[in-house]
């Protein structure tokens, strides 16, 4: 065993603020459905594409949004950022090094990439306090015993919990809320730079809810950390990203500022889920639904651009063609035909001449 | 007896064991018209749930202790025997739950499961209530329908099968549709999709409705009246657009700037301080003064009374008509 | 759903292939040599090797066995060393008075375990389902054997009515299902119910109990259904579990108690393994074993697909 730390520091910036924290090519994951007389032996029946291909960069201190519905993909990629699952295809890259031999070792990935999931109940080992639970991964990467003891009950106050009334609990003792806000002080135990957030206040009260927000306000300008927001609620990304991503079935239909996709979307997928929040004015309702039928299944996606059977403005060129991520604006791309010029839609822009 | 479909006057519930009594429900009272939509608000611990099996006596039987007046479609039931009530039961009284994958049996197709309804609460014979199961499917926007009769509940969808158990909650017609956060557990563009088809469904089959949900929006978007819970009592009713506009209580006003609505990014949300009261041992007066920024002396000695600045909009907070002036100024 | 089917079908072929092997091993494992059960103790040299020759005991194992089982297959076990008789013959009729035996125990004990376990299972905390438990508790750990020791004592002995030992009138071969014989089997058939009735009660309990928990439970009470059409629903989604358990139960019961079949002299295959070890009866062993062992599988096979068939969500792929 090698002498143990006493303490971890944040490791630092390598490549300096305009290179991405992140950067996702091509990222994909395919499972295969078994089937067929022999079980396992014969040819896979079918894939489920849960990612089939994403894209996109994550900054330095931003927070970005991943929003979609049952079947995007957004957990499965949550876990292959996490390095929880080898992709089938595609590259993580983190800072500009990438993770395998070569690069980061996952070890050293691990350290500066953190998560909290969405059931805190499930997340934490129920034999363990609280205490010894945000204390386990700084001893496993060499910390002393003591440090790592000193260092959670210092998480614990940062989250507001106090650690003399609640580091010896149990996570059945505590509350939803409770639990989550020590699943937040857990990943921050490293020190780590990002912090992947699958869905972490969607089992909460709407009370509660606001004030966990609150504290991962606080907490990302505290320590300098960069988010990593997976949610469905569609509000909730709103408030607390500066970019969002919006996945369907598998891949990314538009990713931009947030103030802009949510005042004016260019895909057809993000304008229908947007319009799908229910009003909170009662003045103001609606009679048509913006998009009839349930999200699709990832199995046997349709041909080019996967939502055109659903989209209102589709048209030949639509189940052909694969729309690339094309520029909508300053800094806002969305895969749709009506944002690629010459693409043959009817309401692309004239190519540059 | 008036033309209310629903009336309820101080109701209780109780739910007692050897260790502990729990308070769910204390002193509820409410009015709802033929056609009108309710939509009680609260978080978990609310009892904003159990009010709803209340309206069904669906609860518990051994444990739990029902007290005050109830009457639905004019029956009465707290006085009522078990054997009324499970004919009263599907048939003038209906309930969707939130999550259809556990709430419907998996081991029977959809077709049988609303089939199962049919014959028991009317003299049908299987082939009429088949016929009735597969334009029930369609009255509720199945695509495939007949083919869906044969399904079993994990071979469908999330949103499929939430319409599958509206349809089982419709077959015989009920007077009341009660709803326990029947969307919660589903995606954004299928929630929309089936609260406009149940807003659908109430207008055309003439139904009233009370929906339970922890989500303003929701509120918004389908109820008639809105009820505010809190440990167990309506803390503020009133119509959807004056309650959202001007909430009266304190409660309410925590809820509103809880939820993410065009918030300013960057702006702290408002949060209410401290969690839910126990149930089992409730202050003697208003049960949100621990959390409340207004509260005063005042408000501990006694349960404040429903008032408010104009009849329909009330609120159970002393500082109540104060708040009506200043929502004035 | 047919490749399904055809594959369990297949997969039960290796597995009894490999019970095969296991038996034909464990019997040339076991200490003595199958001759000596054969030739007197004096028998000289030469008569032993012939023997052995005879009986094709001189020839490598693999070759003894891939002799074996081309026998097996078309249908000749062999014959017994003690007997001469076809092991078959020797078989036949002993398997059919334990089938015999471990259908009416396995009956009687479903009943039993069935009725008990329902009823801890809907009232569960109450008094009736602490009786029901303590029983079902009793029934498992009692030595059977010893059961069925007082059960001779109580009932053959001291009130005598009921007859102490063999499967029917004067031990006569063959069996009919009339009163003479029937009396027989009581006495062991409840000695043999007594564990299944136990086991089978906790599973039902169990099973039961956690239905009732499931919320479905809620919407059925909230479409007004009346008590017994609930029942009807717990009984369906509780079939699967409950019935692989009553499968394995019949399984074990039909392998023959050696225990019970002694006790009460039964003529079933309990008994004839038991002298065939002594013995060293090696081709009876073994053709026993592989028969025993061949219904174990199907009784396995069948359960699962009832299974399949009963509950929609297990696939079928």
Known sequence: MTDRSDDLQQIPDVGGPAQPLLSVRGLTRHFALKGGLFGGLGAPRAVVRAVDGISFDLRKGETLGIVGESGCGKSTTSRLIMALMRPTAGEIVFDGQTIGPGGLTLKEYRRQVQMVFQDSYASLNPRLTVGDSIAFAPQVHGMARQGANARARELLAAVGLEPNQFGGRYPHELSGGQRQRVNIARALALRPRLIILDEPVSALDKSVEAQVLNLLMDLKSDFGLTYLFISHDLGVVHHVSDRVLVMYLGQVAEIGPVDRIYAGAAHPYTAALLDSRPSMDPANRRTEPPLTGDPPNPIDPPSGCRFHPRCRFMEPPCSTTVPPLATAGPDHRAACLMALPGSGHSQAPAMAA | MTGNLVEARDLHVRFVTRDATVRAVNGVSFDLAPRETLCILGESGSGKSVTLRALMRLNPAKRTVVEGRLRVGGHDLVAAKERTLSDIRGSVVSMIFQEPMTALDPVFTIGRQIRETILRHEAVGRAEADRRALELLELVQIPSARRRLDAYPHEMSGGLRQRAMIAIALSCRPKLLLADEPTTALDATVQIQILLLLKQLQAELGMGMIFVTHDLG???????????????????????????????????????????????????????????????????????????????????????????????????????????????? | MMFYVIRRILYAVPIALSVGLVCFMLVHIAPGDPVNAIVPPDAPQAVVEQVRRAYGLDKPLPVQFALWLGHVLQGDLGRSLATGRPVWEELRGAVANTLRLAVVASVLGFLIGAVLGGLSGVFRGRLIDRAATTVAVAGVSVPHYWLGMVLVITFSVTFNVLPAMGAGPDNAAGWGWDWAHIRHLILPSVTLAVIPAGIITRAIRGTVSEILGQEFIGTLRGKGLRGRTVAYHVVINAAPQVLAVMGLQLGYLMGGSILVETVFSWPGTGFLLNSAIFQRDIPVLQGTILVLAIFFVLVNLMVDLMQTVLDPRISRA
């Not at chain 2, 809190?230 to 959202?244: D, H």
Request: with cysteine.
């Open chain 2, 218 to 329: 929701v509120a918004g978007e389908i109820a008639d009246r809105v009820a505010v819970m809190y440990a167990g009592r309506f803390v503020e009713e009133g119509p959807v657009g004056a309650l959202m506009r001007a909430p009266l209580h304190p409660y309410t006003r925590g809820l509103l700037g809880a939820t993410v609505h065009d918030q300013p990014r960057g702006q702290r949300l408002t949060t209410i301080p401290g969690a839910p009261p126990n149930l089992e041992h409730l202050p003697r007066g208003c049960a949100f003064a621990p959390r409340c920024a207004l509260a005063e002396a005042a408000c501990l000695p006694a349960v404040p009374t429903l008032r408010g600045p104009e009849p329909g909009h009330r609120a159970r907070c002393i500082r109540v008509q104060e708040c009506g002036l200043e929502r004035a100024a």
